[in-house]
């Protein structure tokens, strides 16, 4: 073995394995030991952070499908009962005929007459005494007092007679086209997906079902009335009776071609997504 010059700039690996056989495997490991060991612990941090960054990105993507509700809405036509019979007001009775005034004895009353002082004989006797009411010509009639006429059906009371008061106008529980929403039933749908929240209490209380909800719709597609007929509590009713009043203006019924006040009822399902 030949033996071999160290230079200045000699390595400690130069030193070590000055004389030595350079070509064994631990001359070639301690060469290359440097660069694994940084290759190492570039690759094993960016293992690290890439992990952590996975459990977080996880972690977040399950938080939020947790929190993730969907509400259904489900429409259905519930068939009406039939109409109710309209009651007919009797007619309001005739008024009273109006009491003969009886003729009342008069005298007729005779203006003074203007003569010259010349044409005076004697002074005029003062005319004979009125009595009664003063009219233009003497008429005899019956004396009697007048009475005003009453109202025949008032017991000992002198009061006027009422007119009937105008009847309020009908609500129909069944008409021949239902009030409907704006668009239809895929319109209502699309609305509630928009507009109904489910309430926090019913979250964590896990709780689901069908409220049902019935109101008026006038004449104008205003709403009104607004009450719960089948409830499910923990804030699901106030919901719904929140999302129906905050709507816009339904197509009122209509019975015979007229639009009507009718009563309408309408279920919303609160669902909790698995």
């Not at 070639?28 to 940084?38: G, S, W």
């Not at 003729?103 to 044409?119: A, N, Q, R, Y």
């Not at 509630?192 to 006038?218: D, E, H, I, W």
């Amino acid at each position: 073995m030949s033996q071999q010059v160290i230079s200045q700039n000699a390595t400690l690996d130069d030193i070590i394995f000055k004389d030595k056989n350079r070509e064994f495997g631990a001359f070639f490991l301690r060469t290359t030991y440097p660069k694994v060991i940084k290759r190492s612990v570039i690759l094993g941090s960016s293992l690290f952070v890439g992990a952590l960054l996975l459990a977080a990105f996880w972690k977040q993507i399950t938080a939020e499908n947790k929190d993730k509700v969907e509400v259904v809405a489900e429409t259905m036509d519930i068939k009406q009962p039939p109409p109710a019979k309209k009651v007919e007001l009797p007619p309001p009775p005739p008024p009273p005929p109006p009491k003969e005034i009886p003729k009342v004895t008069t005298t007729k009353f005779l203006p003074p007459e203007i003569k010259h002082d010349e044409e005076v004989t004697k002074p005029e006797p003062p005319p004979e005494e009125v009595k009664g009411n003063t009219a233009n010509e003497t008429v005899k009639g019956v004396d009697e007092s007048y009475e005003a006429p009453v109202d025949p059906d008032a017991k000992g009371q002198e009061t006027p007679v009422e007119p009937p008061k105008p009847v309020e106008e009908e609500i129909f529980t069944a008409v021949e086209q239902n009030a409907e929403f704006p668009g239809g039933i895929a319109a209502f749908a699309r609305y509630l997906g928009r507009s109904l929240k489910y309430p926090a209490a019913a979250q964590r209380a896990n709780v689901q079902g069908k409220v049902y909800v019935q109101f008026v719709v006038n004449t104008d597609g205003s709403i009104q009335d607004v009450q719960v007929i089948k409830s499910v509590g923990f804030g699901c009713d106030e919901e719904a009776i929140r999302v129906i009043k905050s709507g816009p203006r339904w197509n009122p019924g209509k019975q015979s071609g007229r639009a009507v006040r009718s009563r309408f009822t309408q279920p919303i399902t609160f669902q909790l997504s698995e």
